[in-house]
């Protein structure tokens, strides 16, 4: 039997290592763009210079694990083709392709790799007192103007958004706010219009839906609000946001022969969260396991408990989440919430190398 995984990250790698590890006579190829694997939950540390997000693939994956390096162009009839002209046959298929980011043009997405690498750049770049606008009041774009203001604090910092920490409790949110205000992060509460680039590429004037422009030398955009086509592109059922719509045993509705894990899966109240794709990526290689030993599967379930986010190296927050991911009162902040996060991240990557990773049952 060969299983074709296609994307090594947090889901993708996590499912290789569980099948490599159980299916002694199957043979486990993953494809993905680079040699490396990325922790995107500390793209903004690689932004920032306060941290690498990137480990050699081959310290991630058992061994026995074919890579090939490079993209899944399509999804075929038991098979896939690849950028390079090649194809390779697969038996099961594990789709975990991530999410992407759509910036509008003139700002630097933060999201992805090759956006962090951008940013780094024009990041050492900036002289003294230069303006940086980060789009995005998520999770995503409070820990990038952080992280950049904590490294930088001779540059003028500003999130642009039209919510700020929209996921966490009032007393959270306020926590943040205070936060933000004590590392001199100003807070605009708006909605972007455009971008008015004056001459520099990545610069200009962001434009607000109140028509107010914001001069800015560089502009990251911190949102993360879409998926690769390539399920879309193969044919698969995907729902609006181009999400894979798979059944309760995470296979996609269109083809049962392959699982669709991570932020490209369509998962009723799933987040975008390596929270969400580690669980799902060793639930799918748990269910592949099972059935080809010929015995009883169980649908997937999984219950959240907190929502971290890091503040710079030395401050961050844990907010408590009930089973659905909504918000409780408690939260933990300031060192002890940095310590948290920390964990966290280094959980996540524990889980995806040792296939080695526990989690919560869904909301009753
Ligand atoms: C700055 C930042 C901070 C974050 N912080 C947190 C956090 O604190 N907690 C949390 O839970 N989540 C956090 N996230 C979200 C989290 O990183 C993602 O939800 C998670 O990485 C999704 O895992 P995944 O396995 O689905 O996809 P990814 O980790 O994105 O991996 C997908 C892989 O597939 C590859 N790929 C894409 N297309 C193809 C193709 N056609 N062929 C082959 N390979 C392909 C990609 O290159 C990548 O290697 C953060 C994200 C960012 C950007």
Same mark, same amino acid.
């Given at each position: 039997?060969?299983?074709?995984?296609?994307?090594?990250?947090?889901?993708?790698?996590?499912?290789?290592?569980?099948?490599?590890?159980?299916?002694?006579?199957?043979?486990?190829?993953?494809?993905?763009?680079?040699?490396?694997?990325?922790?995107?939950?500390?793209?903004?540390?690689?932004?920032?210079?306060?941290?690498?997000?990137?480990?050699?693939?081959?310290?991630?994956?058992?061994?026995?694990?074919?890579?090939?390096?490079?993209?899944?162009?399509?999804?075929?009839?038991?098979?896939?083709?690849?950028?390079?002209?090649?194809?390779?046959?697969?038996?099961?298929?594990?789709?975990?392709?991530?999410?992407?980011?759509?910036?509008?043009?003139?700002?630097?997405?933060?999201?992805?790799?090759?956006?962090?690498?951008?940013?780094?750049?024009? !990041?050492?770049?900036?002289?003294?007192?230069?303006?940086?606008?980060?789009?995005?009041?998520?999770?995503?774009?409070?820990?990038?103007?952080?992280?950049?203001?904590?490294?930088?604090?001779?540059?003028?910092?500003?999130?642009?958004?039209?919510?700020?920490?929209?996921?966490?409790?009032?007393?959270?949110? &306020?926590?943040?706010?205070?936060?933000?205000?004590?590392?001199?992060?100003?807070?605009?509460?708006?909605?972007?219009?455009?971008?008015?680039?004056?001459?520099?590429?990545?610069?200009?004037?962001?434009?607000?839906?109140?028509?107010?422009?914001?001069?800015?030398?560089?502009?990251?955009?911190?949102?993360?609000?879409?998926?690769?086509?390539?399920?879309? &592109?193969?044919?698969?059922?995907?729902?609006?946001?181009?999400?894979?719509?798979?059944?309760?045993? !995470?296979?996609?509705?269109?083809?049962?022969?392959?699982?669709?894990?991570?932020?490209?899966?369509?998962?009723?109240?799933? &987040?975008?969260?390596?929270?969400?794709?580690?669980?799902?990526?060793?639930?799918?290689?748990? #269910?592949?396991?099972?059935? #080809?030993?010929? &015995?009883?599967?169980?649908?997937?379930?999984?219950?959240?408990?907190?929502?971290?986010?890091?503040?710079?190296?030395?401050?961050?927050?844990?907010?408590?989440?009930?089973?659905?991911?909504?918000?409780?009162?408690?939260?933990?902040?300031?060192?002890?919430?940095?310590?948290?996060?920390?964990?966290?991240?280094?959980?996540?990557?524990?889980?995806?190398? #040792?296939?080695?990773?526990?989690?919560?049952?869904?909301?009753?």
């Amino acid at each position: 039997m060969r299983v074709v995984v296609v994307g090594a990250g947090y889901a993708g790698t996590i499912a290789a290592n569980r099948l490599a590890k159980k299916l002694d006579d199957a043979q486990i190829i993953v494809v993905n763009p680079r040699a490396e694997f990325v922790e995107r939950v500390r793209l903004h540390q690689q932004i920032a210079g306060s941290g690498s997000a990137t480990t050699p693939l081959a310290d991630m994956l058992c061994e026995g694990i074919d890579v090939h390096v490079g993209s899944v162009d399509k999804i075929g009839d038991g098979e896939v083709s690849l950028d390079d002209g090649t194809s390779l046959g697969f038996d099961h298929l594990i789709v975990a392709v991530g999410s992407t980011v759509t910036p509008l043009p003139g700002a630097v997405a933060v999201g992805t790799f090759e956006g962090a690498q951008l940013a780094r750049a024009r !990041l050492l770049d900036l002289p003294a007192d230069a303006v940086v606008t980060v789009i995005g009041g998520g999770p995503t774009g409070i820990e990038t103007a952080t992280e950049i203001a904590e490294a930088r604090p001779d540059l003028q910092i500003r999130i642009v958004a039209a919510t700020l920490a929209a996921t966490l409790s009032p007393g959270a949110q &306020r926590r943040v706010r205070a936060d933000l205000e004590q590392m001199n992060i100003q807070v605009v509460e708006d909605v972007v219009r455009e971008i008015r680039t004056a001459g520099t590429s990545f610069g200009g004037a962001v434009v607000l839906q109140s028509g107010v422009e914001v001069p800015s030398d560089l502009v990251l955009w911190a949102i993360v609000a879409s998926v690769p086509e390539l399920a879309a &592109r193969s044919g698969l059922q995907v729902d609006t946001h181009g999400r894979a719509v798979v059944d309760e045993h !995470l296979r996609s509705v269109t083809d049962p022969r392959i699982f669709v894990v991570g932020d490209c899966a369509a998962v009723p109240g799933a &987040r975008f969260a390596c929270a969400t794709a580690t669980p799902q990526g060793a639930h799918a290689a748990k #269910t592949l396991i099972r059935m #080809t030993k010929g &015995r009883s599967i169980k649908g997937f379930s999984m219950g959240y408990a907190g929502q971290a986010l890091s503040l710079g190296r030395r401050k961050g927050l844990l907010q408590a989440c009930r089973r659905d991911d909504t918000p409780r009162r408690i939260f933990i902040s300031g060192r002890i919430g940095a310590m948290s996060k920390e964990s966290i991240n280094r959980y996540a990557k524990y889980g995806s190398r #040792t296939a080695n990773y526990a989690w919560l049952p869904g909301p009753r």
